[in-house]
Nanobody, 124 residues
Framework: VQLQAYGGGTVQAGGSLRLSCTASGHTGRQVSMAWFRQAPGKEREFVSA???????YYAEAVKGRFTLSRDNAKNTVYLQMNSLKPEDTADYYCAASARLILSSLRVANEYNYWGQGTLVTVSS
């Protein structure tokens, strides 16, 4: 599986961006797909995930502002980010796993496929 993420950019606080991640190779509804982010000097952290095309989960820091959606026909997952804050500034990475279990949803090391990062910068 290869992942291609895009859609990052610079936006003012309160603005919106939509990230996209397209997967190629062996994909399907049973593949869990997620977004993580990494700010300078910080560890990579969980943002949101679609667990096997069933439920969607969010980090507390983005709940109510970010929405993950998935188009299995296009092998693409989207992250709509609204009400952006300066603390949302980070490189955003999409990830996928065909063997993820629910309890490991927020653990970066449990994902075996990663896209390149796309930078989101939110100015105050």
């Amino acid at each position: 599986v290869q992942l291609q993420a895009y859609g990052g950019g610079t936006v003012q606080a309160g603005g919106s961006l939509r990230l996209s991640c397209t997967a190629s190779g062996h994909t399907g509804r049973q593949v869990s797909m997620a977004w993580f982010r990494q700010a300078p000097g910080k560890e990579r952290e969980f943002v949101s995930a679609s667990f096997r095309s069933t439920n969607t989960y969010y980090a507390e820091a983005v709940k109510g502002r970010f929405t993950l959606s998935r188009d299995n026909a296009k092998n693409t997952v989207y992250l709509q980010m609204n009400s952006l804050k300066p603390e949302d500034t980070a490189d955003y990475y999409c990830a996928a796993s065909a063997r993820l279990i629910l309890s490991s949803l927020r653990v970066a090391n449990e994902y075996n496929y990663w896209g390149q990062g796309t930078l989101v910068t939110v100015s105050s």
